[in-house]
């Protein structure tokens, strides 16, 4: 009906009568919109109710609910990522001044527990090294007065360690030794100038082991609960390249310049609870700047991308990239060497007086 419609509007009205009636049509859509969430703001549950008739969270419901069934669902992944948080839980209460004699008690034995069941896992080696130093640690310094520790203890005692005891991996003082090789606050400073979004680059190979260089940066960007809950994607096949790259609108007329697209992903299944959903987000934030910063260093530039929620291109991303279904897309970054005879945007950015308020 709707296509018959259409056939006999343009068949009988002129194009200046058909552009008249779009525009009418949009306004009053627009008018009905904006009267519509205008009253569903006035309480949470209308807003709620609003977008329970929308498709805009749609695919984000069904990513976190996944996210969190898997979490429990899959033993080995739910019990890596409760390892990790509850490791660096651990690391915080040795290094509480003063520090208490007991403390961990309500997650000490599932700390163990799950150590125990990840311990003879080879592809996470360093994660088992680092939890079995902060877990010696933790029983020299508590005492045995509660059960839960005691319990823990005698569980942690019967474990057989395969750990390199050599490797001490606890909350240590702050080195400063570093310090005389760091850059000045002016260097810094003009490195972030340096950093530009790059949309034209020479036509070269990127070396993997550059990427890897800077990516060893990025995996020290903090991290909510030591968790990083993402993965960098990394597509350097000419043809995968400009399927991926073309599919954000942002790149139109540039995407089949780009020499290596990374697509940043992040991983839902990290956390047990809804609370935490935007960690992907603001995790792999932090990693992404420092990693373009030290791509800057290696001679390497990027541009990073917005992936928009439409729902027929996370359609196409999930197929490409084989995607479950608490995976999320976040961001996308081009990488490669920078053509100096390309142009990058002045960007003007906003006045520290906009930005800071002291309080």
Known sequence: MKKLIKKFVKSFLPQSWRLRLLKLRNSIKSLFTKTIQSLFTKMSLLASLYYMMSTAFRREHHAVLSGIVNHERHPQKGNYYTLRRNIHRLEKGLLMRPRRDIFATGYIEETVDKYRALRNCKEINETIAWAYSVLREYFSVVTDSHPNIKAARKKFGETVNECDSDN????????????????????????AKLRRSVRWYLQKPVPR??????????????????????????????????????????????????????????????????RDRHLIYIDAALASMSFMLALETLGLSSCPINWPEIESLERKMTKILSLKNDERVIMLLSVGYADPDGYVAYSQKKSLDELRHYR
């Open 209 to 274: 082991d550059l990427i890897d260089q800077a990516l060893s940066v990025a995996t020290l960007s903090p991290s909510a609960c030591n968790r990083q809950p993402f993965e960098f994607i990394i597509l350097d096949d000419n043809e995968k390249v400009k399927e991926i790259a073309s599919l954000p609108g942002g790149t139109a007329g540039f995407f089949d310049n780009i020499p290596v697209i990374i697509v940043i992903i992040g991983h839902l299944n990290a956390f047990f609870s809804e």
């Open 168 to 191: 001490i991996r606890i909350p240590y003082q702050r080195c400063c030794s570093l310090s005389s090789q760091i850059p000045s606050f002016q260097q810094l400073k003009n490195l």
